[in-house]
């Protein structure tokens, strides 16, 4: 039997056809292909339906050597996967780290969000304060122009008439 490595690399499904014939080689090519630890745990809960039968126990803890000695190694990011002795162990084990990755990565998801979401927020109220610093700077220019004519003797109407400001707030300064 000839099987085309190619053609399942990079995926962690199986082939239907590699599945119904339990190709254990084509499953092996899987796990040295897969890219994400959630793909190792498909391809190992596969394999574990095809050796639930005692006279696959030898197997199983074959398979369990090779993923140390072979897979680990060649995996940097899947270091937090426990050591077992047999494939059967693999499951609860594989399932409780996958757990602990998607609350990690929800973790580091929500932790991104609120420091995007602080850093936007701070952008919008400098946007804000500094708009309204100008503001305020205006109506202090203005008010400061209000005076100084009003002090060289310009009539209120021609003052109200330049700054916008009414004749009561200039009769007030």
Known sequence: MLIDEGAIAGDCRLPSSMKASKNLVAALFALENAVEKHAILTVVEEMLHWLKLPEQ????????????RVLRPAKKNIDDIPAFADLTEVSTMLRETVQGWYE????????????????EGMEKGLVEGREEGREEGREE?????????????????????????????IEKL
């Not at 199983?60 to 993923?67: D, M, V």
């Not at 932790?111 to 602080?118: D, F, I, T």
């Not at 003052?159 to 916008?164: A, C, P, R, V």
């Open 57 to 68: 126990q030898s197997l199983s803890r074959a398979l369990a050597g090779w993923f140390d």
């Open 104 to 119: 990690e990565a929800e973790l580091k998801g929500r932790a991104a969000g609120m420091e995007k979401g602080l850093a």
């Open 141 to 169: 220019g203005i008010v400061q122009i209000a005076r100084t004519m009003k002090a060289n003797g310009e009539p209120v109407a021609k003052i109200s008439q330049y700054t916008g400001l009414s004749e009561e707030e």
